[in-house]
């Protein structure tokens, strides 16, 4: 299975056997982990795999059982604070994601609160970077797949609803490159990912608005944070998609993109 095929496949996994990982199967996922290719260089980055044991008394704040997430293995994602870190995170982490669901390994992206401090010393992340999320990982409990077997089950927004008021008519090309982008997981499904199409560019954006769900997260959690981590992740998702259909895309940020109640991430040119 390639990645573009995980794109489909890939669902978040909340239960997990206590089955240790191979030494093959760490050190493919290591090297899927040194191989990662970043939005932007110059935010510097770092991950650490730990055990549950390592890790343990530094995740149990969960707030909500939502963050709640035991398994047996967990990197932690220590990224230097700067402008568009977290969507730089979201882009660069996804691939390795894709990469557990090829080698059939469940996962689950873990952004609610946990204490921040605690895991950076724990992890042995170096003082600049902040352990912004947490990928949970490891074979799944029995009788649970770490696969979706329906695409049509996840939840997902229809596409219609994510392009924005001004956008132009779509290619079949652009329709199945931005179907990737919709499976992309997201903080609590919120699918904050908006496109808008102009000439030879695709904008991509975050919808700024809170239902009643968001505003009452947003008291627990960095909600803007988390979703332009989504952002980056659907945008790894485009580039996957992309590449599997031979089209040659560049990522640019453009000046003078904002919008009411939405925030400009980065555009494809293509
Ligand atoms: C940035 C981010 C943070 C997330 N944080 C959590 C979390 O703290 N706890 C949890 O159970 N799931 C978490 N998730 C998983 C989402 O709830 C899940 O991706 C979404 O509901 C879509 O379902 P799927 O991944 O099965 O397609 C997070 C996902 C993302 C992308």
């Given at each position: 299975m390639n990645r573009y095929r995980a794109i489909y496949r890939r669902k978040s996994t909340r239960e997990y056997s206590d089955e240790q990982l191979s030494k093959g199967i760490m050190k493919k996922i290591r090297k899927s982990v040194d191989k990662i290719k970043k939005l932007y260089d110059d935010i510097d980055m770092d991950i650490k795999i730990l055990k549950r044991d390592a890790l343990k008394s530094a995740v149990?704040?969960?707030?909500?059982?939502?963050?709640k997430v035991d398994s047996p293995y967990?990197?932690?994602v220590g990224t230097e604070k700067k402008k568009r870190c977290a969507e730089n995170v979201g882009f660069s982490v996804e691939p390795v994601v894709l990469d557990l669901t090829r080698w059939k390994i469940g996962s689950c992206w873990l952004g609610a609160n946990f204490d921040k401090e605690k895991v950076r010393k724990k992890a042995g992340l170096n003082e600049e970077l902040e352990p912004i999320v947490l990928i949970a990982f490891g074979r799944t409990a029995e009788?649970?797949?770490?696969?979706?077997?329906?695409?049509?089950?996840?939840?997902?927004?229809?596409?219609?609803?994510?392009l924005l008021?001004?956008?132009?008519?779509?290619?079949?090309?652009?329709?199945?490159?931005l179907d990737a982008g919709r499976y992309a997981p997201s903080a609590v499904n919120s699918q904050p990912w908006r496109f808008e199409k102009e000439d030879g560019l695709l904008h991509l954006y975050i919808a700024e608005k809170q239902g009643l769900l968001k505003s009452t997260?947003?008291?627990?959690v960095n909600l803007e944070r988390l979703n332009r981590i989504d952002a980056g992740i659907c945008l790894s998702h485009l580039k996957i998609a992309a590449d599997h259909s031979s089209k040659d895309l560049s990522l640019k940020r453009l000046e003078g993109m904002e919008k009411k109640d939405y925030n400009y991430i980065i555009s494809l040119e293509g």
């Amino acid at each position: 299975m390639n990645r573009y095929r995980a794109i489909y496949r890939r669902k978040s996994t909340r239960e997990y056997s206590d089955e240790q990982l191979s030494k093959g199967i760490m050190k493919k996922i290591r090297k899927s982990v040194d191989k990662i290719k970043k939005l932007y260089d110059d935010i510097d980055m770092d991950i650490k795999i730990l055990k549950r044991d390592a890790l343990k008394s530094a995740v149990s704040g969960f707030i909500f059982d939502y963050g709640k997430v035991d398994s047996p293995y967990y990197m932690v994602v220590g990224t230097e604070k700067k402008k568009r870190c977290a969507e730089n995170v979201g882009f660069s982490v996804e691939p390795v994601v894709l990469d557990l669901t090829r080698w059939k390994i469940g996962s689950c992206w873990l952004g609610a609160n946990f204490d921040k401090e605690k895991v950076r010393k724990k992890a042995g992340l170096n003082e600049e970077l902040e352990p912004i999320v947490l990928i949970a990982f490891g074979r799944t409990a029995e009788n649970k797949s770490p696969w979706r077997d329906n695409r049509k089950n996840a939840g997902r927004k229809e596409l219609s609803k994510l392009l924005l008021d001004e956008t132009d008519p779509l290619s079949k090309k652009w329709k199945k490159i931005l179907d990737a982008g919709r499976y992309a997981p997201s903080a609590v499904n919120s699918q904050p990912w908006r496109f808008e199409k102009e000439d030879g560019l695709l904008h991509l954006y975050i919808a700024e608005k809170q239902g009643l769900l968001k505003s009452t997260l947003n008291k627990f959690v960095n909600l803007e944070r988390l979703n332009r981590i989504d952002a980056g992740i659907c945008l790894s998702h485009l580039k996957i998609a992309a590449d599997h259909s031979s089209k040659d895309l560049s990522l640019k940020r453009l000046e003078g993109m904002e919008k009411k109640d939405y925030n400009y991430i980065i555009s494809l040119e293509g």
